[in-house]
């Protein structure tokens, strides 16, 4: 069964610290991994995406890792600020099935992010 | 221009309304996906389109109607809901681009009620 395994499921930092996610997952065949932050009552937003062939990612102060050997997957926050306060989400993409113009798209249940003054 | 356009924002509607949620994009993605999320959970695919066609139903009940009138729009018709309806419903759109399904955007959601 496809799975995406995150950790921790909640943290709590103080601004300017930085911070490491996790997401393990056992997606076969594996097509691509994204981080997406998502803000209380909005939709996710791209952080980063990764084929099999890449191993890191930046998008500011966000920084992306790939170990598809082991399927593992860090997001590293670096200098956080009180925006940065959100669910961070690991989701993984199988190839696409059948001819159909889409990947099947495998959620992790996300880490809550809360960063204090 | 590079975002899905969710309207309304925020819906409140009774057990025996009919309303719809629409959902736009210029991007030229050929598929389009229908979502639910409940709080603290991650999204569920309900429906996938594939240019303009359903090619996907996630065992979602008649009360939801999917329509997809052309190649930018998705409308998800609603009637006769459940309290337990009550999410935020997301839209999102992908390139067609064989195995590696890049360009996969959320719009912001509509947050419905359902009293």
């Known amino acids: 069964k496809n799975q995406v395994e995150q950790s921790p499921q909640s943290l709590i930092i103080l601004e300017g610290k930085n911070c490491t996610l996790q997401?393990?997952?056992?997606?076969?065949?594996?097509?691509?991994l994204r981080w997406y932050k998502q803000d209380t009552g909005r939709g996710p937003v791209s952080l980063t995406i990764?084929?099999?062939?890449?191993n890191t990612k930046s998008n500011g102060r966000y920084t992306a890792t790939l170990d598809a050997d082991t399927k593992q997957s860090s997001l590293h926050i670096t200098a956080s600020q009180l925006s940065d306060s959100a669910s961070y989400i690991c989701?993984?993409?199988?190839?696409?099935?059948?001819?159909?113009?889409?990947?099947?798209?495998?959620f992790g249940q996300g880490t809550i992010l809360t960063v204090h003054p | 221009d590079t975002e899905v356009t969710q309207t309304p924002k925020h819906l409140v509607m009774g057990m025996t309304n009919k309303k719809s949620l629409k959902c736009e994009q210029h991007?030229?993605?050929?598929?389009m996906y229908w979502y639910k999320q409940k709080a603290k959970k991650p999204p569920e695919l309900m429906f996938v389109?594939?240019?303009?066609?359903?090619?996907i139903n996630e065992s979602v009940p008649s009360r939801f109607s999917p329509e997809c009138p052309n190649s930018s729009l998705l409308n998800l018709h609603l009637h006769a809901l459940q309290p337990e309806d009550s999410a935020l419903y997301l839209c999102?759109?992908?390139?067609?681009?064989?195995?590696?399904?890049?360009?996969?955007?959320f719009g912001s959601g509509t947050r419905l009620t359902v009293v």
């Open positions: 999102a759109s992908s390139q067609r681009t064989g195995e590696k399904n890049y360009g996969y955007t």
């Open positions: 990764m084929t099999f062939s890449e």
């Open positions: 991007m030229g993605h050929r598929a």
């Open positions: 997401c393990n997952y056992t997606v076969s065949p594996f097509s691509n």
């Open positions: 389109y594939s240019y303009e066609k359903l090619s």
């Open positions: 989701v993984v993409s199988a190839p696409n099935a059948g001819g159909t113009s889409y990947g099947k798209l495998t």
